[in-house]
């Protein structure tokens, strides 16, 4: 590891390219807080979407996304994501935290008692590696 190197779990890679969290949900887990990935420090989030492979349904799904301690700091709760079959895109809240100082757990958090569905969270985000 190269001298002042931090050792970290966020996925990094070396070069300027685009980088990617992915996590599965599934509506019969019903309402929960899932870890979709840590994000490495000097990180800034470029977008989130979902991929409705089979919509959330029962109940009212919603879904917020942000860190761990601010649940619904990127995405406030609402059904469109995970209630909108195929690719969907999330409007994003205007906040100065979509850059990152530390390594960020970010999580999604589903309410609203869903029973079924296959949802895949992405984030996109790049990181500070250009010298």
């Known amino acids: 590891m190269p001298t002042g190197t931090v050792a970290t779990t966020a996925r990094q890679f070396h070069q300027q390219q685009t980088h990617y969290l ?3 949900i ?3 887990a019903g309402n929960g ?3 979709v990935g ?3 420090a000097g990180a800034n989030i470029l977008r989130i979407s979902t991929l409705a492979r ?3 349904s029962g109940g009212a799904p919603t879904v917020s996304f942000g860190p761990s301690g601010t649940p619904a700091g990127y995405f406030a709760a609402a059904g469109g994501p995970i209630t909108t079959a195929g690719r969907n895109n999330v ?4 906040t100065g935290t979509l850059g990152v100082d530390v390594d960020t757990v970010i999580t999604a958090t589903v309410g609203g008692t869903p029973t079924a569905g296959v ?3 992405e984030i996109e985000y790049t990181v500070a590696n250009d010298g």
Request: aromatic letters at 10%; zero cysteines.
């Open 91 to 94: 409007t994003l809240i205007a």
């Open 33 to 35: 807080l899932y870890n």
């Open 38 to 40: 840590t994000l490495p």
């Open 22 to 24: 992915r996590k599965r």
């Open 119 to 121: 949802v895949d969270i």
């Open 26 to 28: 599934l509506g019969t």
């Open 54 to 56: 089979t919509v959330f």
